[in-house]
């Protein structure tokens, strides 16, 4: 069973993955608007894989016999100043991410919540694959620069990429 601290600050990390989806949804449509569509293909992905690190979550609490509580997500920001700007926010964003998780984890062992911290090490796991991918981008994008022939040649790559279940095939 989850003790109530556990269990609020579990519901915390599942309104913060709610509202990572929902910035990547905005950073979507960011780029749908700049006629992008691979950019925002890899947006829409991403925005899939936060809602499954959400719903993990909640079926987590919900098998230690906690409640789930939803709140209120805050509204991303919308508008950005190119192609390396999003990426530098989904950078700083998966690492501020990273921080709420590794205070989870300090959180479980205090408590020697032993289940917890073992399910809570997917997720660490997976901020490392998420900051990497994003620092990987990022730095493409200062590597070609922001020209049409660039970001032409990067939208075919991130187009490429697809989701099953949430998950990056």
Known sequence: ?????METALNEQVNAEF???Y???????????????????WMRVQFQEEQ???LKLMDYISSRGG??????????????????AVFATTLEHERHVSALIHK????????????????????????VEEEATAERI??????????GQALFLMDRE????????GQQV
């Open 52 to 54: 499954f690190h959400a």
């Open 104 to 127: 989870l984890v300090k959180q479980a062992l205090a408590e020697s919540d032993h289940a917890t911290h073992g399910f809570l090490q997917w997720y660490v796991n997976e901020q």
């Open 1 to 5: 069973m989850l003790s109530k601290e």
């Open 23 to 41: 910035l990547y949804l905005s950073m979507g449509t960011y780029f749908e608007a700049q006629n992008l569509s691979g950019f925002a293909g």
């Open 67 to 84: 409640r789930v509580w939803l709140k209120a997500i805050a509204g991303p920001d919308s508008e950005w100043k190119g192609a390396q």
């Open 19 to 21: 509202y990572s989806a």
């Open 138 to 147: 990022l730095h493409q994008i200062k590597m070609v620069g922001e020209s």
């Open 158 to 165: 991130l187009g490429k990429r697809g989701a099953v279940g």
